[in-house]
Nanobody, 122 residues
Framework: QVQLVESGGGLVQAGGSLRLSCAAS????????MGWFRQAPGKEREFVAAISRNAGNTYYPDSVKDRFTISRDNAKNTLYLQMNSLKPEDTAVYYCAAGIYPGTTQSAYNYWGQGTQVTVSS
């Protein structure tokens, strides 16, 4: 129903910054809450950030709070994740997701992108 494509991943040194983008299909983008999750090798998928459909509310776990910022531009059908002060433990495949509400668990989201690799070197 909604197609999501992440981009912006890459290799960055610890302490550096990176901005991820998630391009969403069509007119329905603004009707979805959006989230970012990540999955590191050998670990389960982890909540990173969420944002309400009108961007009025954002949510972060303690592991990224004050370092990461989620935002969206509904006019451009695009979701962003600005990542600052990156740490090696941030290394993972990052996925964007669309759902009914900006939940902290995977079950809140119905649609997922293919992921983009973020690697933070020490």
């Amino acid at each position: 129903q909604v197609q999501l494509v992440e981009s912006g991943g890459g290799l960055v040194q610890a302490g550096g910054s990176l901005r991820l983008s998630c391009a969403a299909s069509g007119r329905t983008f603004s009707t979805y809450a959006m989230g970012w999750f990540r999955q590191a090798p050998g670990k389960e998928r982890e909540f990173v950030a969420a944002i309400s459909r009108n961007a009025g509310n954002t949510y972060y776990p303690d592991s990224v709070k004050d370092r990461f910022t989620i935002s969206r531009d509904n006019a451009k059908n695009t979701l962003y994740l600005q990542m600052n002060s990156l740490k090696p433990e941030d290394t993972a495949v990052y996925y964007c997701a669309a759902g009914i509400y900006p939940g902290t668990t995977q079950s809140a989201y119905n649609y997922w992108g293919q992921g983009t690799q973020v690697t933070v070197s020490s």
